[in-house]
């Protein structure tokens, strides 16, 4: 993924920077978090503070090698590892190889009383000691305004805190200090006050009953940063913050073709298929075969040998795997060989967003050559379609620069006219778009494919039959009787006719 | 004594009982004038109130730094009732000795008896 900051490198050395390793955090900062000097995160309850700061920690440490001190105020040390351990992160191990030390103040405000001056050496104390002992680089303080409850005189705690940020800052720690958000302010007591140099803000939010949580960098000093809100998800893998603003258009166009699947539907797309690299989009009613393309066109990049990655929104993995056997596409057999792999879900399971994130990740960790959506027309709820285009306009991109050749399946309504309003959101984002109907005449249903559009090819533009055997789907020949082409019955009766027509032609089978 | 990583007990009165009554830990940083106010202060109290039936620890934790976690300490300085239980804190220069004795939950009828 390339970088949202449009900035030469030269600018870019400017301040030097502390990688996260959170996926697209450093992207939006341009490289990270601003190194030896302290970075605000401030949210509600339950925004993932925690989570970015102990990400940021242990990735340090296992990928930078940066060692760190987690300091929390709040969770207790096992409390921490055991949420960590959640997302694949073993603390108990970074512990015993000197990379991380946990300490957890903890203070009862019961049982302190207070009498005379007194200031938070001890606490100094203990974080130096911490940071001594394993060398450490990178300090979380998580969450200090625990301490305003427990302490009473807040005029030496403010001070103190003060002498805290400057002190880190002394020794060059990078460190990660977690507020409450506050009413009127950042944070509950003010720490904005004190940590000025980077303030990030996560929210979780409900959007019809769906919740999103998302970042946003407000302030960045010495440093261009992306000024948007990005959704991120905690994932299986920590969290991943999803840039949205890749709104150039600059990949590079393949000239390699890539075949659908489907012999017939290729040779209406000039015989070869299509772009590698590009985005297909078929569209149909119920029933018409998107499904069964859209497998087909998975299942020959699995043939090449390629790695195809399918979202299945509709159908579970299990069932996708027993109907598409019906047809002859033994799809077990790939995933068996690691070229297929199936991500089926609830559509109704993140918000749109959080999906795109979900797929960003898969498309990042499995390194595909073809993707397929099934449906896109299920990942958001009906009055939310309007998020849908820039959401697809930015996995298109994404997909493009990694050059992977994408299928989306949308489901449109039965009427024919309706098509066209209800697909122009997202079909001038397609390089091809195929639309696949049922007709029904002479009491049967016939199934046909036409290519609507197809940048940069000659293509077909008849209406093409195709069936569904047991070996994947079949393009019906064009008949053409006199003036009309002919489908379904109408095209057997008149092949048979023709055929009896011709002296010493065998019976028709 | 100060600076002395070695547990000091200042007092040990009619030997009768090994285990004083009252286990006080005195955490400081350095011989700032607030730890000796407080070392001086507290001093005073237990003579007053406690004679001959309490122990003072005084740890530095310039010199002893891991002993900042064993008993949560932040501030300095900072006073700990070991014993009796449970465990009470009392943050700062021990100059009110009303305060003092509240933390301490010491009743100061004992000089009438």
Redesign the interface.
């Known amino acids: 993924m390339s970088n949202v900051l449009d900035q030469s490198p030269a600018t870019r050395a400017e301040l030097p920077k502390a990688a996260t390793g959170i996926g697209g955090l450093d992207e939006i900062t341009g490289g990270g978090l601003p190194r030896g000097r302290p970075t605000l995160v401030c949210g509600g309850a339950g925004c993932g503070k925690t989570m970015l700061a102990a990400e940021f920690l242990v990735r340090g440490a296992v990928e930078q090698g940066e060692p760190g001190v987690f300091m929390m105020f709040e969770e207790s040390a096992a409390e921490l590892t055991e949420n960590m351990r959640s997302i694949g992160f073993d603390l108990d191990e970074l512990q015993r190889r000197k990379l991380l030390v946990l ?1 957890h ?3 009862e405000r019961t ?13 100094f ?2 974080l ?2 911490a940071i001594d002992t394993i060398g450490a680089k990178r300090v979380v303080l998580d969450t200090i305004e625990a ?1 305003f409850a427990g ?1 009473p005189n807040h005029a030496v705690l403010r001070a103190e805190l003060r002498r805290l940020f400057r002190w880190l800052k002394d020794r060059g720690m990078t460190a990660v200090i977690t507020g409450e958000r506050g009413d009127n302010s950042l944070t509950r007591y003010g720490l904005e006050e004190y940590v000025a140099d980077c303030v990030i803000i996560l929210d979780h939010r409900i959007v019809e009953q769906v919740s999103t949580r998302r970042l946003r960098v407000i302030k960045y000093r010495g440093s261009a940063h992306g000024t948007n809100e990005y959704p991120f998800l905690i994932g299986e893998k920590g969290l991943s913050v999803l840039p949205i603003t890749s709104l150039r258009l600059d990949h590079d166009a393949l000239d390699e073709r890539v075949s659908t699947g489907v012999a017939g539907l290729d040779s209406m797309l000039g015989g070869q298929g299509v772009f590698r690299g590009s985005s297909v989009l078929v569209s149909g009613s119920p029933g018409t075969g998107k499904s069964t393309l859209g497998v087909s066109f998975a299942e020959a990049a699995c043939r090449r040998g390629e790695k195809a990655l399918y979202f299945a929104y509709e159908e579970s993995e299990s069932q996708l795997f027993r109907n598409m056997r019906s047809i002859g596409l033994d799809l077990a057999r790939w995933e068996r060989e690691s070229l297929l792999h199936v991500h089926a879900s609830r559509p109704t399971l993140h918000g749109l967003e959080q999906h795109l994130v979900r797929m960003y990740e898969l498309v990042r960790q499995w390194q595909p050559r073809v993707v397929v959506v099934d449906p896109i027309s299920n990942l958001s709820i009906e009055s939310r379609d309007i998020a849908l285009k820039p959401a697809l306009m930015r996995l298109i991109d994404f997909l493009k620069h990694q050059g992977v050749t994408a299928m989306f399946t949308s489901l449109t309504s039965d009427s024919e006219h309706a098509l066209a309003d209800s697909e122009v959101g997202v079909s001038s984002l397609m390089d091809t778009w195929l639309l696949l109907t049922n007709r029904e005449s002479n009491s049967e249903r016939i199934r046909t494919v036409q290519v609507l559009k197809s940048r940069g090819m000659a293509h077909s533009n008849q209406v093409r039959e195709f069936v569904m055997t047991d070996h994947g789907v079949d393009m019906i020949d064009v008949y053409i009787s006199g003036s009309q082409v002919l489908t379904g019955s109408a095209r057997v009766r008149a092949a048979r006719s023709e055929q009896s027509g011709i002296p010493g032609g065998s019976k028709g089978q | 004594m100060m600076s002395s990583p070695v547990p000091t007990f200042d007092t040990l009165p009619d030997a009768a009982t090994a285990v004083p009554e009252w286990q006080l830990k005195l ?1 400081v ?1 350095g011989q700032t004038a ?1 730890s000796m ?2 070392l001086d ?1 507290l001093k005073r109290v237990c003579e007053t109130h406690l004679a001959g039936r309490y122990a003072i620890e005084v740890v530095d ?2 010199v002893n ?2 002993l ?2 064993g008993d ?7 006073l700990v009732r070991k014993v009796p239980e ?11 000795e009303e ?2 004795l ?2 301490l939950d010491v009743r100061p009828l004992k000089r009438a008896a």
């Open positions: 300490d103040v903890h203070i049982e302190i009383e207070e009498t005379g001056e007194y200031d938070l050496e001890g606490l104390i203990r130096g000691h301490l302490l | 955490y940083a607030k106010a407080a202060n934790l310039l730094p891991r900042a976690a949560q300490i932040l501030a300095v300085p900072t449970p465990i009470r804190k009392i943050i700062g220069d021990l100059s009110n305060r003092v509240v933390g």
